[in-house]
């Protein structure tokens, strides 16, 4: 299997998974033509997709899903409650009903030979969900728009060979920073996003000999910077003395451009 960010923050995120013969997307939440030289730096096009597979419905994940949609007439893999919440979303236009494919949180199903577990996540939507794909043993996670994690997101996250998690905010930067109080408050709660810190510490207990690559994804552009995300998370995994800490790769997804595409 293969996973490349083609976008990762706080303004859009996109994520192409696949292999040989199944090309996937994590959200659309940038423009179509954005994800279109994204995918051809991959030497993929929109035509070979084969579904477009939801988080939950904030237009950071969403933007371009009515003219992917109708212009390629890719299935839409939401839950049912989140797929609701679009039909209400007038700048999407009109989606054809019959692409939506209704997942339920933990109920694993195939695409070609790829399995995708999608889980519940902690974050101010309707029905947010992330996802797990496995292949020949080989396990790629997803965990973003994290508020909290619990022993229940850890063991959908257990074994896995690449990690891709959210590292939102530095603490720090997002307490003097200029967003209104409410908003603080927002993303600092159960239901908003995971900070430096805490993926840290996520990541931290989830290490194990065959885990591989880490990639943070999913960055405030005004209240963390790529280098801060990076050492705060080493930080974690150094002071909880990760055994295994120094194999992994640890790199952070680049906001508006295809970031180093990993295969296990």
């Known amino acids: 299997m293969h996973i490349c960010s083609i976008a990762s923050s706080s303004s859009g995120n ?5 292999d040989e013969n199944t090309h996937l997307l994590i959200d659309v939440g940038i423009s179509g033509k954005k994800i279109a030289e994204g995918l051809s730096l991959l030497d993929v096009s929109p035509q070979d997709l084969k579904g477009i597979l939801i988080t939950h419905e904030h237009s950071d994940h969403i933007k371009s899903l009515g003219i992917m949609a109708r212009r390629f007439s890719i299935p839409i893999y939401a839950t049912k409650d989140t797929w609701n919440e679009l039909l209400t979303y007038s700048k999407l236009g009109k ?3 019959s692409l939506h494919i209704e997942i339920t949180a933990d109920i694993s199903f195939q695409i070609d030979d790829i399995c995708i577990h999608p889980f519940n996540t902690s974050h ?3 029905n947010p969900v992330c996802y797990t794909f496995t292949k020949n043993n080989k396990k790629i996670s997803i965990a973003t728009d994290l508020g909290c994690y619990n022993d229940y997101i850890k ?5 896995s060979n690449v990690l891709f998690i959210e590292a939102n905010h530095d603490i720090k930067m997002l307490e003097v920073g200029k967003y209104p109080y409410f908003l603080k408050q927002r993303i600092l709660s159960d239901l908003g996003h995971l900070s430096n810190e805490m993926s840290g ?4 207990e989830l290490i194990h000999k065959d885990l591989k690559h880490v990639i ?3 960055l405030s552009q005004e209240n963390n910077y790529p280098d801060i995300a990076f050492e705060s998370v080493k930080l974690e995994l150094f002071e909880r003395e990760a055994i295994y800490a120094p194999t992994i790769s640890v790199s952070v997804a680049k906001r508006n451009q295809n970031s180093d595409l ?3």
């Open 95 to 97: 989606i054809d009903p």
């Open 201 to 204: 510490k996520l990541i931290s």
């Open 14 to 18: 996109c994520i192409y998974i696949g």
């Open 262 to 264: 990993i295969v296990i």
């Open 155 to 159: 063991e959908k996250l257990v074994h």
């Open 124 to 126: 101010d939507a309707v």
């Open 216 to 218: 943070l994804g999913h």
